[in-house]
């Protein structure tokens, strides 16, 4: 199910809700907070029913081993038990995501003929694995407490951040769904939620949909692209992805707040970032977090003195490219970005800072540049972009005009809707700051429901999100 589709907004959310609080008032927690993992369940079997046994084994696995490691009595090996966890854990995902992929890889190694499993991706299982394995480590390092398996069910479930994040945590979710208050209607907190869920869905159906048929056409259909046509291609792709995640992101913090759940920002402006450094902080918050507290921390982070500290670096990046998908693309992508980590390291150490303006413009064209990676359907394709993006295959635009399919005057159009992207990413404030200001009065409430309107006006050209592939 979509956050961007009349059957979530217009019958499952108003349901949920108010079943939700209803049993609250009636002051039967317990069913509440049950009727809460059921809807979950629901919403996430919306998609493919086949895989919910799936995520129920992973969640019954990792309560089962987070109480066992943070039980003192028993006499195990507690360290032992923790690295097996992790290993099923990180074997489960391997063999959905990665298992044909490395196939693929054989066969072209070896010149072997092995049959591809043709193995469907479910939905969500990077975001649950990964949190799932955050809980099983603090349940070794005895920072988890004495949850029941309901509580945690809904720790893992909670439809706003199941499908594609952010990534949570249980010390910061499961005292929130524990709290007495958060059981009743908060009036402030839903007209907050509002307010971000008509701004996520305004930034998905009115600015990153409107991106899509060029991106498709330029990185996977047209099989040449001169200078203008592939900088217009990344760019497009760069401001879609912004939007389109973070417009995600946006609607999963406001349904949490409709829900008195606060969820953990994921976007702080990355592309005003000052440093590939600065980037990581403000893009995928909670992804950085998680590879910085289970990655690069356990790794030796920057202990270890200075050669160690860019090989912890690289690493990390490198899985964080990995953990996005099964192509070489990836890769290749995380590996350049972990270079970038440690160059940036190296330049603050030994030269002096650039110019603020400089620093950001900079690292905006790299991140661009490092786009075409990610959305790329394979290296050939992306290296013929960077290679356009350089003046390799001329200037002049060929088939642009034929590409705009949405367009009228396609280039003219594409570069509009490209400075209205860059007008609002560098110039006006994000949604989290946005949220700060937002009161339950006329003006917020007109702005409110007219962005749902003029959102919801566009639901017949529903899509998927892009973090729904990872």
Known sequence: MLFNSVEFLFIFLPLTFFVYFGLNKLKLVTMATGWLVIASLAFYSYWKIDYLPLIL????FNYTLGTTLSNENLKINRKFVM???IALNVCLLGYYKYFDFL???INALFHSDFNYMNIMLPLGISFFTFQQIAYVVDSYK???KEYDFLTYALFVTFFPQ??????????EMMPQFARLKNRFINHKNITIGLFFLAVGLFKKVMIADYFSPFVHATFDISAYLTFLESWLASLSYTFQLYFDFSGYCDMAVGLGYMFNILLPQNFNSPYKADSVQDFWRRWHITLSRFLRDYIYIPLGGNRLGD???YRNV???FLIGGIWHGANWTFIIWGAVHGLAGCVNRLYKKYIQPLPQWLAVLLTFLFVNLAWVFFRAKDVSRAVDILKSMVGMNGFAPVIIDKLCFVFQNGELKLSILLLAGAIILLCLPNSNELSK???PDLICGVLTFSLLIISILQLSKISEFLYFQF
């Not at 084994?57 to 019954?60: R, V």
């Not at 199941?162 to 010390?171: F, N």
């Open 103 to 105: 196939i693929q890889n």
């Open 162 to 171: 199941l499908i594609a994040g952010p990534i949570v945590h249980h010390q």
């Open 307 to 309: 050669l160690k500290t």
């Open 314 to 316: 690289f690493l990390t």
């Open 437 to 439: 200001r937002v009161k």
């Open 57 to 60: 084994f992973s969640m019954i």
């Open 142 to 144: 005895g920072l988890t």
């Open 83 to 85: 690295l097996i966890g």
